[in-house]
């Protein structure tokens, strides 16, 4: 069993940057696929960024190449997702997931096996 506890997340303005955490619980957390996916309002959840179990593999999606990063900290529980350059269109609920085995880095929802409860992200024009 993992629990997943996102942090981070807040109102700002177009262009600036946040930096969310999500802190897991357990000892195997190296063993799981972190991912984060987003959920605007009217909208299906949307594939944001996925590591591996040790960072040496990153799989990002379109609307977030090149603008936000993740990572990891196995020593301390830890994922992150660095956003930069935040748009409107960023504005959305947050959510970590983890998935087994840690080798894989899936942009589907369907092999992540435990869910944050997310956290609200807002950017303003």
């Known amino acids: 069993q993992v629990q997943l506890v996102e942090s981070g997340g807040g109102l700002v303005q177009a262009g600036a940057s946040l930096r969310l955490s999500c802190a897991a619980s357990?000892?195997?957390?190296?063993?799981?696929?972190m991912g984060w996916f987003r959920q605007a309002p009217g909208k299906e959840r949307e594939f944001v960024a996925a590591?591996?179990?040790?960072?040496?593999?990153?799989y990002y999606g379109n609307s977030v190449k090149g603008r936000f990063t993740i990572s990891r900290d196995n020593a301390k529980n830890t994922v992150y997702l660095q956003m930069n350059s935040l748009k409107p269109e960023d504005t959305a609920v947050y959510y970590c997931?983890?998935?087994?085995?840690?080798?894989?880095?899936?942009?589907?929802?369907?092999?992540?096996?435990?869910w944050g409860q997310g956290t609200q992200v807002t950017v303003s024009s």
């Open positions: 997931a983890a998935a087994w085995p840690g080798m894989v880095v899936a942009d589907r929802e369907g092999p992540y096996d435990y």
């Open positions: 357990g000892r195997t957390f190296s063993s799981y696929a």
């Open positions: 590591t591996n179990w040790n960072g040496g593999s990153t």
